[in-house]
């Protein structure tokens, strides 16, 4: 059965001892009734989250999947599981969307429509999914709660996008090695027929 912890005002399972979201030990008598535990979870200086229009603005510059994921973080922090979940699909989506823009290229989709139909995808999860927990937070905390630094999730970013340009580029070299090994294999094979 859920019960609302009496120091933070969360609902949190009768079973345990201590509040998961505050660390408060948990009272077996004392327990505040629905409308207390409503004031208390507005008044309760919320956990860090990323700044949801700061990761909807870095979005634009690497990948809706950036701002999915951190996203999903945030609903997490904010107790928000349903949330959380669609914003892991945006993610997981945001992912395959991103590799088939790299790929259309090869299948000869010009670049400027690549261009166009990532810029359309970006709107559609921006008012789909970044927008609404922009306004979830401005509503319940307005401009003042706690946010986290964005130095740690921007350096891992960097990091797996150079991990991919160098996967890229020993791909892309491979290929070239691999056609030019075997242009000169049939080289060999069918030497030059000399002229009579």
């Known amino acids: 059965m859920l019960v609302f912890c009496g120091s933070c005002g969360k609902r949190i399972s009768d079973r345990v001892e201590a509040c998961p979201f505050c660390g408060a030990v948990r009272s077996q008598d004392t327990q505040p009734d629905h409308a207390e535990a409503v004031e208390m979870r507005t008044t309760a200086r919320p956990r860090p989250i990323w700044n949801p229009n700061a990761a909807c603005n870095w979005s634009v510059f690497l990948s809706p999947a950036f701002g999915a994921y951190i996203h999903s973080l945030n609903w997490m922090t904010l107790n928000e599981p349903a949330r959380a979940r669609s914003a892991k699909v945006w993610f997981q989506v945001s992912l395959l969307m991103t590799a088939m823009f790299a790929l259309l290229p090869l299948v000869g989709v010009g670049q400027q429509a690549v261009r166009y139909l990532a810029l359309l995808y970006l709107l559609i999860w921006y008012f789909a999914a970044g927008r609404p927990q922009a306004r979830y937070v ?20 960097i990091a797996l996008f150079l991990a991919y340009l160098v996967l890229a580029f020993v791909a892309v070299m491979t290929v070239v090695a691999v056609a030019g090994w075997s242009d000169e294999a049939r080289k060999v094979a069918r030497p030059p027929i000399p002229d009579r």
Request: net charge positive; no cysteine; proline share 15%.
């Open 138 to 157: 401005k509503e319940k905390y307005g401009k003042d709660y706690p946010r986290r630094p964005w130095g740690k999730p921007l350096m891992i970013t």
